[in-house]
């Protein structure tokens, strides 16, 4: 079973797969942290069509030089032109795809997700951001949480995330059809009237378990990032409390008395509980 996820974002969609990511035109830049690879699209080279020509060109003399020495030495002149030839083609290709805008190219198996409405993209990329908080605090988590466990529950959470935010698009989109079919004028006992408003009850009922659904994962990524967050700047202002403390104790004379700062014991199994909700 792959444990992987790859998402991909560019300024049209959100592709959310269980297998590596293409680009449509352009380069893409690919990040992987833990179970998650992320691809997002590269700038353009910004290099004019001119200045690829010279570049190519620059490239082919001195191999066309290579060639001939090679050529006199004996070797297959046919083959050390096939070979320059190839190699020039290559740097050619390179050069007008890294000048090209980049985007990612559409998933043709079933099993990944592609999200092309803003309410679903702006969901999804907002989970991504509140996993890397939550990916962030983990250094300081140490003892805590087992880091390998977590990265799977979390990158298991996007991706269930991508399904069911799939699902909501999809259903959006039926709510916004059958809304206009609603509101033709026809008669209220019309057959097709009837039916129209069945299945916009059945689509209204599994647009509300969706968004609940969507809004629970969205949550628990949330709440682990916040957890986390929250036990370490405690544990500084611990930290500082104590050191300021002994710091005064010194000065005055006196003995220290009980160090002050925040009970941690309840942030931490408010951290303990985040990482078992996300994992649920």
């Known amino acids: 079973m792959n444990t992987e996820l790859h998402i991909g974002v560019d300024t049209e969609k959100v592709v959310v797969s269980a297998y590596p990511l293409k680009a449509r035109s352009g380069r893409l830049r690919r990040t992987r942290t833990g179970t998650l690879l992320e ?17 190519t ?3 082919a003399l001195p191999l066309l030089l290579v060639s001939a020495v090679l050529g006199a030495a004996g070797v297959n002149w046919w083959l050390l032109a096939a070979g320059s030839t190839a190699l020039v083609a290559q740097a050619w290709r390179m050069q007008a795809r890294a000048a090209r805008t980049a985007a990612l190219a559409v998933p043709r198996d079933e099993e990944s997700r592609v999200l092309w409405t803003a309410p679903e993209r702006a969901a999804f990329e907002g ?7 939550v990916r962030a605090t983990w250094p300081a988590l140490t003892g805590m949480i087992d880091p390998v466990l977590a990265d799977r529950s979390l990158t298991r959470a996007l991706g269930e995330l991508g399904e069911v935010l799939a699902r909501r698009q999809e259903l959006r989109r039926l709510r916004t059809e059958l809304a206009g079919v609603r509101d033709a004028d026809i008669p ?12 916009w009850v ?8 969706e968004d609940a659904a969507a809004n629970r994962i969205l949550g628990s990524i949330d709440a682990a990032a916040r957890a986390g967050e929250s036990f370490i700047r405690e544990r500084r202002v611990a930290a ?14 006196a003995p220290a008395g009980i160090e002050s700062g925040p009970e941690l014991a309840g942030r931490t199994e408010a951290v303990i509980a985040a990482y078992r909700d996300l994992a649920a």
């Open 39 to 55: 691809a997002v699209p590269r700038p353009p080279s910004g290099r004019s069509h001119e200045q690829r020509v010279t570049f």
């Open 57 to 59: 060109a620059r490239l």
């Open 127 to 133: 989970a991504l951001i509140a996993s890397r908080r």
């Open 188 to 199: 209220a006992d019309s057959p097709a009237r009837i039916a129209v408003d069945e299945q």
């Open 202 to 209: 059945l689509a209204e009922r599994l647009w509300h378990q």
């Open 240 to 253: 500082t409390a104590r050191y300021a403390e002994r710091a005064l104790a010194r000065v005055t004379g």
